[in-house]
Nanobody
Framework: DVQLVESGGGSVQAGGSLRLSCGASGSIYGDACVGWLRQAPGKEREGVAAIDSDGIASYADSVKGRFTVSRDNANNTVNLMMNSLKPEDTGMYYC??????????????????WGQGTQVTVS
């Protein structure tokens, strides 16, 4: 099994930066597709970034050029660097993972394992 734990959330002013980390325990994290998804109050959970086992990343249009996802397989972590933050980036951020080969999307329904989430507030 895989347990995911997010860290690095907080409050920041618009234009600022935050770095989120997703640590994993158990199983073979390096083989996983790992996604970052967020949920704002009253809105559906949406995928903002995903990275596959080869390190190939994809991003939602709303965060392209501002967010960067990367993985450190040696330390079992996946990071999300968020720059030029906007108030609309506010929400609970979750990391999630699945091990099905062949695709790595930002679709929330693809993921089997979830962290508890970390709050990001941009004012």
């Amino acid at each position: 099994d895989v347990q995911l734990v997010e860290s690095g959330g907080g409050s920041v002013q618009a234009g600022g930066s935050l770095r989120l980390s997703c640590g994993a325990s158990g199983s073979i994290y390096g083989d996983a597709c790992v996604g970052w998804l967020r949920q704002a109050p009253g809105k559906e959970r949406e995928g903002v970034a995903a990275i596959d086992s080869d390190g190939i990343a994809s991003y939602a249009d709303s965060v392209k050029g501002r967010f960067t996802v990367s993985r450190d397989n040696a330390n079992n972590t996946v990071n999300l660097m968020m720059n030029s933050l906007k108030p609309e980036d506010t929400g609970m951020y979750y990391c999630a993972a699945h091990f099905t080969r062949g695709y790595c999307s930002r679709n929330r329904y693809d993921y089997n394992y979830w962290g508890q989430g970390t709050q990001v507030t941009v004012s």
